[in-house]
């Protein structure tokens, strides 16, 4: 993890305190859209992971006062698992509904982030989320960006958030 200490006296919050924030606004959006409630935030930062195989990257930028990417790495397994309970139905292979659901996630965690960023979040904007997934690909969001990378996990699988902020 690497914010500078100009960005966290900006938002008023030390790197900790951030860290909790995105914690918690990963959980509550897992539990409300998900129902997944043992969502377990693995407390080892974790480097920016760009090289990803078999899984699924849905991404939102965020463009205002603070510019960057907000985005979710999921195995495919773990993506298909989510969908299938926010959608209450058995979802077998990644097509258009896991997009979408998965999309939805990095959107939902997008806006709860940006509450963090200013007073209210209203100074900053979000893209329509963007989803990539494959066999084998890379994920670069440019440089000179601060990021986040937090690990997550549920039962046996994990999974990555990311928040990148212009500096």
Known sequence: MSMKPETLAAIN???????????????????????VEDLTHIPIQVDV???????????????????????????WPLAISFTSLMLGMEVTEIDDDVNDAMGEI??????????????????????????????????????????????FAIEQEEFLVAISIED
């Open 106 to 151: 990095a959107n939902m965690i997008a806006g709860s982030f940006k509450q963090h960023l200013s007073k209210g979040g209203s100074d900053i904007q979000l893209s329509t989320p963007s989803v990539v997934n494959g066999a084998d690909y890379v994920v670069s969001s440019g440089n000179n960006l601060e990021n986040i990378t937090l690990k």
């Open 49 to 75: 992971t760009t090289h990803f195989k078999e899984c699924l990257t849905a991404m939102v930028g965020l463009a205002g006062t603070y510019n960057g990417l907000v985005s979710v790495h999921l195995p």
């Open 13 to 35: 919050m030390t790197e900790e305190e951030l860290v909790k924030s995105l914690t918690k606004d990963v959980q509550d959006v897992f539990i409300n859209m998900v129902g």
